[in-house]
């Protein structure tokens, strides 16, 4: 049996420091207003929202990997969103 061991803890919020690591290296280029937590079929995922206009929203797996974004100027984001995310529910709402 192999034994899988995440290098990203949790804050107190139950968000992963790693999350919080994106949101500080996203500020130099928009605010991220607030970090949406969702879950689908057991897995978390964590949605960085800006705090303004025409900016991607960008998701995150448990494991911060980049997944996909919506939004922007055109509203699409990058196209890669798969029905995962689209089917995937909140949980809650934190501020970053």
């Known amino acids: 049996m192999v034994l899988l061991v995440s ?7 139950d ?3 790693c999350i ?6 996203m ?5 991220i207003e607030e970090i949406r937590v969702l879950v689908h079929n057991g897995k978390r995922y964590y949605a960085l929202v ?5 900016q991607y ?6 494991d911060c ?3 996909c974004s919506t939004g922007g100027i055109s509203g699409l984001g990058d196209g890669e969103c798969t029905r995962e995310i689209s ?3 909140l949980i809650k709402t934190v501020k970053p």
């Open 15 to 17: 968000i992963p420091d």
């Open 7 to 13: 290098n990203c803890s949790k804050t107190s919020n």
């Open 50 to 54: 800006p705090g303004c206009c025409d």
């Open 20 to 25: 919080y690591k994106k949101v500080r290296e």
């Open 27 to 31: 500020r130099n280029n928009t605010t």
């Open 87 to 89: 089917n995937a529910k």
């Open 65 to 67: 990997n980049y997944i």
């Open 57 to 62: 929203t960008v998701f995150y797996d448990e």
